[in-house]
């Protein structure tokens, strides 16, 4: 779980976006390098949700570790960055996004 330095200050998951030429799954093992220096494997998309407020398409994936659990935070970005247990989750309320879905299955012991 993170937690962003500005904008969004409940929990969140890594996120980011794509760049030119790279697939959907390079980014999700970038975009968490960059932001908490973990490496991953086994990339596996979830679903995708509208984002209207900025048009954008949200892609959610489930990965697993790849080696090392030791997180390095991006400090310019997060604030906090760290592991927890499913019951240490805490939902938004009544917030129908993608992100709560994703962390809402995973307090909830379903399948990733």
Request: contains cysteine; negative net charge; proline residues 3%.
């Amino acid at each position: 779980m993170t937690r962003y330095r500005q904008g969004f200050t409940l929990g969140a998951l890594i996120a980011g976006f794509t760049e030119i030429g790279e697939t959907l799954e390079e980014t999700v093992a970038r975009e968490v390098m960059e932001e908490v220096g973990l490496r991953v494997k086994n990339i596996r998309y979830y679903k995708s949700q509208p984002w209207g407020i900025a048009e954008d398409l949200l892609a959610g994936f489930y990965c697993d570790l790849d080696g090392d659990a030791t997180i390095h935070q991006e400090e310019n970005k997060l604030k906090e960055a760290a592991w927890l247990r499913p019951e240490e989750i805490v939902l938004h309320s009544q917030d129908y996004s993608l992100t709560n879905e994703m962390m809402s299955r995973f307090k909830a012991g379903e399948p990733c």
